[in-house]
Structures are given as structure tokens and as C-alpha cells.
């Protein structure tokens, strides 16, 4: 599902109503465009804006579903968390591919942000722009399920079955769409 965007090639959600999709151009826009932007899944797509950067890509980047600096500032570097097949995996190694764009332009001020906030406390963390946290936790949350999706249900079998299955990540499309707000492709 998307929505029709504007001569500039940006997209506001409207209240109701669909469009059709709009037609993907050979050449690719600048990064800002939705036009240029999938909901593609993959080991060597981006979870944002799903371009593909295979390994060698030098807009090719790892990126930590849950920040470095809040795993420190939590004590949370040497924890684990525990998969839905009962897995264990360290909070550290929960990465999903991200483009350099993506990672190091468009979410990095609102991540900074964030960070800013949580090291001045609570009353700060609840002065945020809504916005900001918002695409802040949507994107922490929309990671954890796209790097499980990743993951195999037998990590002995790479021929299993994704721990999430591309349906479920079908399923919360919207959302995907929502964080494109980040680079300003959705307002
Ligand atoms: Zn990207």
C-alpha cells in the first residue's frame, strides 16, 4: 500500500481513502522521495527505505536495533533477550542492514535527541517532540521484528523457516511507512 505523492514527491497520510500505486522510476530520486522507497525484506536491503546494499555496497551499514549508548546507560551491553523460538540472543548483536543515508542522515538528529533527553532524565525524555519519539521507539520496534525475520527458526538449518514470517512484517506495513517520516517522504 502507498500513497500518491505530490509534485515534490512527497506524501501526506490522508484520513481515509487509497491511492494506487505510484510507478517505480528506473532512474531513482533522491532519497527523500517515496517513490523510491519499498517495503522490500531482505538480508541486503535496507529496513527503512529498502534499497539494496548487498555486501561491498559502500552505503552498506550495520545497524544496532537498540542504540549502543542506551544499552550502556542501562547496563544492558553484556544482557540477552530471548527470541520467540527461546533463543537467546545479546542485546548487542540484535543488528539489521541500514543504508549510510538512512542511518548516519535522517535518524541520526532524531536520535540524537533522544539520547540528549535520556541523559538529562525523565522531565526532558517527556519534553521530546512526539514525533521524535515516535519514530525513535517505531523504529527500535520495527527492527527488532525485521532482524527476528532475518534469524532462522533452526539456527542449525539455514532452510527453516524465518522466526517472523514475512506476512507479519506484511501486516505492519503501515508502520514501515510511517518511519519514512524521517527523512521527510511522509510529512
Ligand atoms: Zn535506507
Redesign the pocket.
Known amino acids: 500500500m502507498r500513497f500518491l505523492p505530490d509534485a515534490a514527491g512527497r506524501v501526506r497520510v490522508p484520513g481515509k481513502g487509497v491511492a494506487s500505486e505510484p510507478p517505480v522510476p528506473a532512474d531513482p530520486a533522491p ?1 527523500r522521495f517515496l517513490s523510491t522507497r519499498r517495503h522490500t525484506i531482505g538480508p541486503d536491503s ?1 529496513f ?4 539494496p546494499i548487498p555486501e561491498g555496497s559502500p552505503q552498506r551499514t550495520r545497524e544496532h536495533v537498540f542504540p549502543k549508548w542506551l544499552l550502556r546507560q542501562l547496563g544492558l551491553a553484556e544482557s540477552t533477550l530471548t527470541s520467540i523460538n527461546r533463543q537467546t540472543i545479546g542485546y548487542y548483536q540484535l543488528t539489521v542492514p ?2 549510510r ?3 548516519g542522515v ?1 535518524f541520526s538528529a532524531i536520535e540524537k535527541r533522544v539520547q540528549v533527553a535520556f541523559s538529562a532524565g525523565l522531565d526532558a525524555v517527556r519534553r521530546l517532540d512526539r514525533r521524535d519519539l515516535f519514530l525513535w521507539l517505531g523504529k527500535i520496534y520495527y527492527g527488532v521484528v525485521y532482524a527476528e525475520s532475518l534469524r532462522r527458526a533452526d539456527v542449525r538449518d539455514p532452510a527453516s523457516p524465518p522466526l517472523v514470517p514475512e506476512e507479519h512484517l506484511e501486516s505492519i506495513r503501515f508502520h514501515h511507512f510511517l518511519l519514512q517520516a524521517a527523512s521527510g517522504a511522509v510529512q
Open positions: 532519497h535496507c527503512i527505505c529498502g534499497r541500514c543504508c543515508t538512512c542511518n535522517d
